[in-house]
Every structure is written in structure tokens, then in C-alpha cells.
């Protein structure tokens, strides 16, 4: 990040002093204004200097000198570009609405238009948007292909934002493992318990068994009993029907014996 800071100040230092000699264009109080603003940002006074260059704006609304020199004054009263607090958000905004304003300007002042793309790209670069830096970089290069700072900004949004997608490709990775994972341990959670679901009816069938038979045992012994019984009492009536018949053919024999023919 120190490159970045370093990069911003010695391109928006130069530019104050050298956009001097445009200043024919303008009245003499825009031109006092300007020098006064430029004198308070070379001591880093840069609330004080935001100021200056409001009021020669209200002098002239269309002076890019002065609206560039507003977004540089704003800029560097962030000193910690990854403090997102509610007044460093707006006072960044600000700053990048300005140069956006003079980045349009690429066809009447292309000099400042460049250099209104490099710092919307440190802007960019600074909250770690390197897709939008990198795109900045290279329109600053459109208009000024001699821009080396604009190029090796460019080189380095691009170096990190290629460790970035490769970050974000590992860690969906490692979450797709981690998901199969945890889709493994269901299923083998699933067929651990369905191993244990069916030892545990075995040993309820090897439980219900030995109950079981005795039951059985008695039924079957209980069944023999009331056949043994039936044969005996079958047995107990052909022998006393046997007994009649013999007694009956011996009464017969006895008085056949005795009849007189």
C-alpha cells in the first residue's frame, strides 16, 4: 500500500505547480485562489486548502485546475484508506466525484484527464476494487501511453487481483472438500446406524426366541398328552368291546350245549 500513497503524492504535487502556466485562461482572483490553495497543500494543510479551492470554484464552476486540486486536497485527508467510517466514506466520494469530473475532460485537457484516471485508480486500488483500478490505469494510459506510474500501478492491480481470484478458487475448493466431507460422514453416520438398527433387531429376534420356545414346548407336549390319551381310550374301548363279544359267544356256546335236540 505504501507505493500507492507515494505514487498519488508525487503525481498530484507536480501537477499543482505545473498546471500554473494554464492559469492565462483564468481571472486573476481564480489564479490567487489557486496559488493560495497550492501553497497550504505543499504544507499539508489540506482542509485549509479544500477550502481555497471551493471558493474559486464558486468564482469559476469550470475551472479543472481547481476542481482536480479540490479532489487531491480530499484525498489526502485520508490517511488510512481501509478506515470505512461514515466521514472518510463521504470525504472519499467527494474526491472521487471530482476527478470524475475532470477525467471526462480527455479531449480539451487530456493532461488532466490522465491524471484524474491514475488517482481514481489509487482510489480504486486503495479499497482493494482492483477490477475498477485496473480499468482507471489503463484509461490513464489511453490518453497519456508515457505515464510509467500509471503503467506499474496497473501491473501491480492486476498481480492482485489474480492472488485474490486464486484465493477465492482454494477457498471454494476447500469448501467443496469440506462439504463432501461432511456428506461422507452423514452417509457413513446413515449406514452405521442403519448397521446398528438391524443388530439390535437381531439381538431383539435372539431375545424373543428362547422366549418363545418353551411356549411351543408346552404346546406340543400338551397336544402328545390328549393323543396318548385318545389312543388309550380307544385302546380301553376295543378292549371292552372285545370282552363283550367273547362273553356273549360263550353264553351262547353254554346254552347250545345244553339244548335238547
Known amino acids: 500500500m505504501k507505493f500507492n500513497h507515494f505514487s498519488i503524492f ?37 482542509v ?92 490513464a494510459l489511453r490518453i497519456d501511453p508515457s505515464d510509467d506510474k500509471a503503467r506499474k500501478n496497473l501491473r501491480i492491480a492486476q498481480l492482485n487481483l489474480k492472488k485474490d481470484q486464486n484465493k477465492d478458487k482454494n477457498k471454494n475448493q476447500d469448501k467443496n472438500k469440506d462439504q463432501n466431507k461432511d456428506q461422507n460422514q452423514d452417509k457413513n453416520k446413515d449406514q452405521n446406524k442403519d448397521q446398528n438398527k438391524n443388530q439390535d433387531q437381531n439381538k431383539d429376534k435372539q431375545k424373543q426366541q428362547p422366549q418363545q420356545q418353551p411356549q411351543q414346548q408346552n404346546i406340543d407336549q400338551q397336544a402328545a398328552a390328549r393323543i396318548l390319551q385318545a389312543v388309550d381310550n380307544k385302546e380301553s374301548q376295543t378292549r371292552a368291546k372285545v370282552n363283550r363279544a367273547n362273553s356273549g359267544k360263550k353264553a351262547g356256546e353254554s346254552s347250545r350245549n345244553t339244548k335238547r335236540w
Open 48 to 139: 485549509e486548502s479544500q477550502q481555497v479551492y471551493e471558493q474559486v470554484l464558486v468564482e469559476n464552476p469550470n475551472s479543472a485546475v481547481a476542481r482536480y486540486n479540490l479532489g487531491l486536497s480530499q484525498i489526502r485527508q485520508v490517511s488510512n484508506p481501509a478506515d470505512t467510517t461514515a466521514k472518510n466514506k463521504a470525504v472519499i466520494e467527494k474526491a472521487r466525484k471530482n476527478f470524475s469530473d475532470v477525467a471526462a475532460l480527455a479531449k480539451t485537457k487530456p493532461g488532466l484527464a490522465a491524471k484524474a484516471n491514475f488517482n481514481l485508480g489509487n482510489i480504486e486500488f486503495n479499497t482493494k476494487n482492483f477490477d475498477k483500478a485496473i480499468e482507471y490505469y489503463k484509461q
Open 10 to 46: 508525487v503525481t498530484l504535487l507536480c501537477l499543482l505547480f505545473a498546471a500554473q502556466p494554464a492559469f492565462a485562461e483564468s481571472t486573476r482572483k481564480e489564479r490567487r485562489g489557486i496559488m493560495k490553495g497550492n501553497e497550504l497543500y505543499k504544507e499539508r494543510n489540506f
